[in-house]
């Protein structure tokens, strides 16, 4: 079955500076490998999403992600924190059943200070 | 294009009591997807459902289940409820439901069990 590791339950940063949101997987086959977004008291938004077209990925609101397969990793990172970068972030494979069934990691909190 | 809508975002209800939420699809999606959130498990899947079928199931005991209407939109209910239902709820929705969609959230309805 396929699953994600999220490395780090928390992570804060200070404003402006650079964001790395640690992500393991493992797949047996080539996975289709997500990053979501949480704010507080909201749904799941979309950052971006990696199906092997490209192993960078870049995304909204600045976010980018490296797909490799050597290290089964896929970090999210941003050159500059902003404030409202504040919330969980969720690394998600979707699992091989024929159909979609996304399997969600545990969550990166991202504290932002000024 | 309006997003994933449901309904109600809020619900208080006791033990034993049964529930339903509903979900309505960004328009032009035909699968739909329920996921389970707390701060104990996480984000877990609750099943999928495509053109009125259910074609994925997550590991959730029978009490939870849900139907899809030909219009797309879907309900899931949950019966004899327990505290431990006590959840947000999140619907999301795709096109077809193939592994390299986009699955589009909605904001969830937060319930809760006394």
């Known amino acids: 079955a396929q699953s994600v590791t999220q490395l780090d339950s928390h992570v804060s940063v200070s404003e402006g500076t650079p964001v790395l949101l640690r992500c393991n997987y493992s797949?047996?086959?080539?996975?289709?490998l997500f990053w979501y977004v949480q704010h507080p008291n909201k749904g799941l938004q979309l950052l971006l999403k990696y199906t092997s077209a490209a192993t960078l990925v870049k995304g909204i609101n600045g976010f980018e992600a490296e797909f490799k397969k050597s290290e089964t990793s896929f970090h999210l990172t941003k050159p500059s924190a902003h404030m409202s970068d504040a919330a969980e972030y969720f690394c998600?494979?979707?699992?091989?059943?024929?159909?979609?069934?996304?399997?969600f990691g545990t969550g990166t909190r991202l504290l932002v200070s000024p | 294009k309006a997003g994933v809508t449901q309904t109600p975002r809020y619900l208080i209800k006791t033990r034993g009591q049964q529930v339903t939420l509903s979900c309505s699809p960004i328009s032009g999606h035909r699968s739909v997807s329920w996921y389970q959130q707390t701060p104990g498990q996480g984000l877990q899947f609750l099943f999928e459902y495509f053109s009125e079928t259910q074609r994925n199931k997550g590991n959730f005991p029978g009490r939870f289940s849900g139907r899809q209407f030909s219009n797309s939109r879907s309900e899931m209910n949950v019966s004899t409820l327990e505290l431990g239902d006590s959840a947000l709820y999140l619907c999301?929705?795709?096109?077809?439901?193939?592994?390299?969609?986009?699955?589009?959230f909605g904001p969830g309805t937060r319930l809760l069990v006394l």
């Open positions: 999301a929705s795709s096109l077809l439901g193939a592994l390299q969609e986009t699955q589009y």
């Open positions: 998600v494979v979707s699992e091989n059943t024929g159909f979609q069934k996304l399997v």
């Open positions: 797949s047996s086959y080539s996975p289709s």
